[in-house]
C-alpha cells in the first residue's frame, strides 16, 4: 500500500511543479485548451497513462477547461503514485498546447 507524503514532502513538490495547487489530501492543476475536442483528447491521453499506470485522477471538464484532482483514496491522501501521475499529466498537458488558468476560473 502507498504510503502518505508528509505536509512537507508535498509542499516541496508543489513547488516543483507549476500550475499545481494542494495540500496533503490532494493536489490539483486547471488547464484550458484551444478547442473542446483538444481537451477531450487530452482526457483521454490522461486515461490510457492511468490505466497503465492503475492509478487514476479525478477529472472535471467544462468546455475547453480541465481540472485534474490527484489522491490516493485508499489512503486518503498524496502519495508518490500521485506524484508520478502528476507529473506524467503535465507531459500530455505541455504536448497539447494547455495554458494554466488560476482555480475557479471555469
Known sequence: MAELLAPDEVRSALG????WSGDPARISRTVEFPTFPAA???VDRVAVVAEELDHHPDIDIRWR????H???HS????????????????????????????????
Open 70 to 72: 490527484c489522491a490516493t
Open 75 to 106: 489512503v486518503g491522501g498524496v502519495t508518490a503514485r500521485d506524484l508520478d501521475l502528476s507529473g506524467r499529466i503535465d507531459e500530455i498537458v505541455a504536448a497539447a498546447g494547455g495554458r494554466d488558468v488560476s482555480a475557479g476560473a471555469h
Open 16 to 19: 516543483t511543479r507549476p500550475g
Open 40 to 42: 477531450i483528447t487530452v
Open 65 to 68: 477547461t480541465l481540472t485534474f
